[in-house]
């Protein structure tokens, strides 16, 4: 093999050679100088190798003073001491000096864009989903909702049957009253945000909306309590059967009456003056709507006409207004006083 004797041949000659040259290293160079011209790198490696030991490194700890004569030594470039003067300053020991904080940003800031309800994509998926399910509430509770549209004026007589609604009616009347206390409470959540305050202890103003909603089904959970407590105690049980049917219809009439106080409002940025008239004309609709519908079934053959009117404002009006004072003080106590 034409390699293996250039090899031997090479480590012939460094060993004969090693001895005349033991007094000093050699080189690559000389060691690839002993090797013929037409040595292939493949051949010239091996002579390096068989040669060349690789071994640690150990570099001088000692510092280099070779420098030119009437110069001062070369600074070591790992050496990163700073001046006195990058190290402390007038605030070095003012105990609000930070030099590790970030201070700010670079340029003039801008005006930050106010917070306004069009803008919120969370009340907006809020008032697309109470429309969806409004949709999805009347086409699978129609046949009760035109019942009692039909008959809501309607005087029934002693004799005549109720007909009774099936489990479905049933849930999604619940969900419309759901739907109702969603609306009110982002009605006076905008009422909040314009007479109360901007700035509250909670983490989001979405967490505010969710303790109105709560306050607002504890009320009606409530009021619907009330009425069967009372109505139980003075009237019969198919009495009270028309009355809770007739209140869950009124419920509802009442969401679907402030469905467009919420969009002008949230939307079409309409005067707060003109929707509080608004919403003020749709609660005395469904408060008279009440007090007719009461009138109907529990005092139409009465003899004192006026007990109607210590019943409606016992149950009807003290619970609205309690109700409307308890989402005032919640607000003012939730609200951030500067």
Known sequence: MQQDSIVHQASAVLESDSVVVQHRPLTPAQVLSWLPRDATPAQQDSAIQSRFKPSEIHWSEHPDTLHLPGHSPGVDLMDADLPQYYKESYFSNDTLFHPELPGGRYGVPGDPIPYAV???????SLLLACFILSVVAFANARQFITRQAKHFFYMPSEGTTEDSETASEIYFQL??????????????YFYTLYFIGETFVLRSQYTLISVFLGITLVYFFLKTCFYQMVNLIFFDSKRNQQWSKSLMFIISVEGVLLFPAVLLGAYFELDINLIGIYVITSLIIVKLLTLYKSYIIFFRR?????????????????PMLAFWGALVLTANSLKINF
């Open 118 to 124: 069009h803008n919120d994509n969370i009340i907006t």
């Open 175 to 188: 969900l419309l009253v759901l739907i109702t206390s969603l609306l009110i409470a982002l009605l006076f």
């Open 302 to 318: 009465n003899v004192v006409q006026l007990q109607i009117f210590l019943y409606f404002c016992t149950l009807e009006i003290v």
